[in-house]
């Protein structure tokens, strides 16, 4: 079934110089144009899955990042290629180490899991280092997610606060921002925001439904699919659940309180008599 872009991506693309890149790189404009995943990638901000560039003295693999350009119907074009992959001693990010172990360990996590042919896929297991780490900018503490953008190897980080925003409006109302088909609950968002795993289930296009595990990928921008290993700690946090049966295990646990409750001044009351 053929794919077609929404009329937001086409005009963003029609902005940017295709010529000068075919030029430079030998990057073609039907690479983004024939390709919905890459082309929504490029215009919303996000660091592109790799494509093969080749010109006459390179050729290699390049992820491209797209931005408007100020007082300008264009858009410019940023080009990274692949790092070395990242040991304990290589995270930094804006030229600082990062130095909680915690996130290091998570973001340095490496694993095997299932893909949609069904053959084993080897990568980075966490979406984001599991919790925010503190980033001094212009004399500044701040607060950011980080992630290994895993086709080029670069460590990004995005601010809490525009984490934030991705879920909330300015007056703390949900968006109603989602996956699969079923919108984040508040509480499931005030988790992604924080770091954290959720479990969220949802429902394919073909229809099945399903349960995925989810982290905030500050390189994406968005809530992306996380692998297994923060499964467990997900459903220690009970975020495994719907909103349904949290309500009832809330009300239930508030009866079982009422009721224990009752039972305690009933026999204070027969100490007194």
Known sequence: MEQTLSKDVQEKLDMINWDSLKEKYGISRETFYDDP?????????????????????????????????????????????MEKAKTADSLFLYNQPITSEKVKEALLERGYW????????????????????????????QQFLVSIHQPTNRVVGIPVEQARSFFFDKDNNLRGKGMYGVPFTAEQANALIEGKAVVHSGQRKDGEAFTCCLQFDAARREPAVSHPSWFKEAQRAGM??????????????????????????????????
């Open 37 to 81: 995943h890459l082309a929504t990638q490029l215009v919303y901000g996000q660091m592109t899955d790799l494509v093969h560039a080749h010109k006459d003295n390179f050729s290699g693999d390049l992820s491209l990042r797209a931005y408007p350009v100020a007082d300008s119907d264009k858009w410019a074009v940023k080009l990274f290629t």
């Open 114 to 141: 299932p893909a949609q042919d069904g053959k084993n896929v080897h990568g980075y297991l966490n979406a984001n280092g599991g919790r925010p780490i503190s980033i001094v900018l212009d004399g500044q503490k």
């Open 240 to 273: 495994d659940m719907t909103p349904k049966q949290r309500q009832e295990q809330q009300e239930k646990a508030a009866q079982q309180q009422k009721a224990s409750q009752e039972q305690g001044q009933k026999k204070s009351g027969g100490l007194k008599k």
